[in-house]
């Protein structure tokens, strides 16, 4: 491993057509076979229990992903999505307004809606989801208001999946980062968390992007620190080399929190 992947790599090096054809078909040999059917799963259960629900959800890291708002956009009026990068936002609308070349997610989506009991149709499903998405913005977790210079009333539910590992270099920064995100929230609001244990790296085509090696005692400590009480966390260990050489994380883990205090 080199190091850390800064945010000038990310914003010039950073594939969302590699990432997606990787890491989010639903079959063997990618990590849609384990880490996404677990998460699937879980955020189903979540935002269908009538508990995780409200006005308005922000995604902080969304990448060039649809996956982790399928279920959300039937608890929430409004999504607002946001990453760092240029390209994965570009590629998120691509999806969002039906352009040619956006990736086929309707395996996922009728994945998802078989999850929920086939209640409505899947493309269905996709529509409701484009409509609940009100903005897309850039946002950078480093920052004391992650989506400066924009501001928004505080939110109802902060989900973020897969990002603070990869954006944070050290604990320090993560621990920071995460409290940056938590203003965005509501006292009384959901933290809805999810991503890897134990990773040091993975590969978007060629190129190698740094990840932070977490432990669930740290997430633990860390969630509790910025002023959250753990309502859930699931852990799931990585099958054997299901994902080749592509990452190294051993498990991969969703947290459900509610903000009793400002930190």
Known sequence: MSGFTGKDEYQKLFNPKEYLDSYYHLDAGSMGEEYLKFILKQLAETFNSGKVKGDALIDIGTGPCIYQLLSACEAFK??????????????????????????????????????????????????????????????????????????????????????????CKDFESYVIALKNVTKLLKLGGYLVLTGVLGNTYYMVGQVKFSGLTISEAFLRETITGAGYVIENLECSKKKEDALEDKSDFTAYYIVIAQKERNV
């Open 78 to 167: 409004n999504i607002i999505v946001s990453d760092f990068t240029d390209k994965n936002r570009e590629e998120f609308n691509l999806w969002l307004k039906k352009q040619p070349g956006a990736f086929d997610w309707s395996p996922v989506v009728k994945h998802v809606c078989q999850l929920e009991g086939d209640r409505i149709p899947w493309q269905e499903k996709e529509e409701g989801l484009r409509r609940t998405i009100k903005q897309v913005l850039k946002c950078d977790v480093l920052k004391s208001n992650p989506i400066e210079p924009v501001t928004i009333p505080q939110v109802d539910c902060v989900l973020s999946c897969l990002c603070l590992e990869g954006a």
